[in-house]
């Protein structure tokens, strides 16, 4: 595996040599014949993931997502508040005996899928939801983040119930499992089809949406603060400090994961917790602002519908409760109770949507770069009316920069570090989810894994160096299609979760579990 290793890191090296100025020439016309062949080939399937609810300009998908996460929350009995406290101990490794199945703690289990939710979308995604849909989006995206705690609590719970256990004493689990095992198990017809059509869609995602676009913005921030270079050379750093993690497992992504996700949580909050403190004498007002635009809109684009629509597609979007990839990470878990990890993965919207989203949405309304009438108090729209004007006409990343920028000058850079180590978790993260429905497919080995991983480094030079936006666009697409296998399925395998916590929550109450002393 050490000469297999070396033999890639060198063709990396040597990509990062050999490639000649003219190939990025070369490139700019072949993204434009890819980009015209791809989008004549999947935008019906992109424009059908992505289509509105006739009459209005509701994604059909959010609304999928959101229904199932309030189906759950009712069917569990708000299982996300009341075990809550329970959660923390878990993480804490208050019930973590040493001699379970699995390959990561509880805690290493959370941070590797944190990893894969929070990125580029909590900086961006945020700043688009807040400057359509105006401070009540806020409102919106943290009740969405609230009931999707229930997703991720059922997906993960099957995550481990239904894995596969290996005698080297790695485990593989996910979706694709537990809709195979968990319908065989019932009777149900149909569980290897459409656990076939989940890894395809999980694999396609991985590639794009998990790998390439994420390259692509962190060389976009990157030449931002350098000035312009050229993009492959982004990618072959990228890739081979991916592959150096990827290559160890779950057990070394984990290991990574546990730091980063933590630093950079406490990066990004307490950059954030700083604008607040400078202007503390605002915040009373900006939480008015959201509370009030969430039910009247104060004159945004599409008033209060809009506002909602923007608060749901954010969280939807950001924390991907239902989407099931997290499901993949969590089965990696050293644990008997395959309960015991939905509590876990209960935190990930928690921390993902309602910590770090609304803290940026909270910094750009009270950094006021949002702009208003004095004289009705409502927002102002745009010239094409179609969002709310903003200080030096800046949107998306740029407008949760200049947000930050106007507490802390040097901002921008710590934004650029952040994007960076946001980019760089995801993809760690994702290819692990690709990777196990690669080999859902393909079968377990250790030459079936390293194409895989090979082949998803290279994706990683492609995407920084390319602009493929149908092929993103599609990828993007690919990881919501997952989500509309994966909530039809757990309608049918909720019944098997709430068995499982009516038997944990017995034998919890009546001091059959106990906590373990480490």
Request: glycine share 12%; hydrophobic share 55%.
């Amino acid at each position: 595996m050490t000469r297999v290793y070396s033999i890639i890191c060198a063709t990396l090296a040597f990509m990062a040599v050999a490639l000649p100025a003219q190939a990025q020439e070369a490139a700019a016309s072949l993204d434009e014949r890819v980009n015209a062949a791809f989008a004549g080939a999947t935008g019906w399937f992109v424009n059908f993931i992505f289509m509105s609810i006739p009459g209005t300009n509701f994604p059909w998908i959010v609304m999928w997502l959101v229904i199932g996460a309030t189906v759950f929350t009712i069917y569990f009995s708000v299982v996300q508040f009341r075990f809550f406290g329970h959660a923390i101990s878990l993480v804490k490794g208050d019930y973590s005996d040493p001699e379970d199945a699995g390959e990561v703690s509880h805690f290493q289990a959370l941070a590797t899928a944190l990893s894969g939710t929070v990125g580029l979308g909590n900086i961006a995604g945020v700043a688009v939801a807040v400057g359509i849909g105006g401070p009540g989006a806020t409102f919106w995206m943290i009740l969405a983040g609230l009931l999707g705690m229930a997703s991720k609590f059922t997906e993960c719970t099957l995550g481990v119930k239904y894995r596969n256990e290996n005698p080297d004493g790695s485990v593989s689990g996910g979706p694709m499992y537990y809709i195979a095992k968990g319908f065989d198990e019932l009777g149900l017809p149909g569980g290897k089809i459409l656990a076939v059509l989940f890894s395809i869609f999980c694999i396609l995602g991985a590639f794009g949406g998990g790998n390439m676009f994420q390259a692509n913005q962190a060389h976009a921030q990157i030449t931002q603060i350098t000035g312009d270079f050229p993009g492959w050379i982004t990618g072959v750093i990228f890739a081979g400090v991916v592959f150096a993690v990827i290559v160890g497992g779950i057990k070394s992504i984990a290991r990574v994961t546990e730091k980063i996700v933590p630093f950079m949580g406490i990066l990004y909050v307490g950059a954030a917790l700083v604008v607040l403190i400078v202007n503390y004498n605002l915040i009373g007002w900006a939480f008015g602002q959201i509370f009030a635009g969430a039910f009247t809109g104060l004159g945004v684009a599409g008033g209060l519908v809009g506002a909602l629509i923007q608060g749901f597609k954010r969280a939807a979007f950001s924390n991907e409760a239902g989407v099931g990839s997290a499901a993949i990470a969590h089965s990696a878990v050293k644990t008997s109770e395959p309960i015991t990890e939905g509590f876990v993965s209960l935190l990930e919207p928690l921390i993902d949507t309602v910590v770090i989203c609304t803290m940026t949405a909270l910094v750009i309304v009270i950094s006021q770069q949002l702009i208003i009438d004095p004289a009705t108090g409502n927002y102002v729209l745009n010239e094409a009316g179609t969002a709310i004007a903003t200080v030096g006409d800046a949107s998306g990343v740029a407008l949760t920069s200049a947000a930050f920028g106007s507490a802390i000058g040097w901002f921008p850079y710590v934004l650029a570090l952040a994007v960076i180590l946001f980019a760089f978790s995801t993809m760690i993260s994702w290819s692990y989810y690709g990777l196990k429905a690669w080999t859902f497919l393909f079968g377990e080995g250790k030459m079936t894994e390293l194409v895989f991983k090979v082949i998803f480094c290279i994706f990683i030079v492609i995407g920084a160096a390319a602009s493929l936006g149908p092929v993103i666009d599609f990828s993007d697409a690919a990881i919501f299609a997952m989500a509309v296998v994966n909530i039809f399925c757990l309608y049918f395998l909720m019944k098997v979760v709430k068995a499982e916590l009516a038997s944990y929550s017995a034998r919890l109450k009546s001091g059959e579990i106990k906590k373990f002393t480490h």
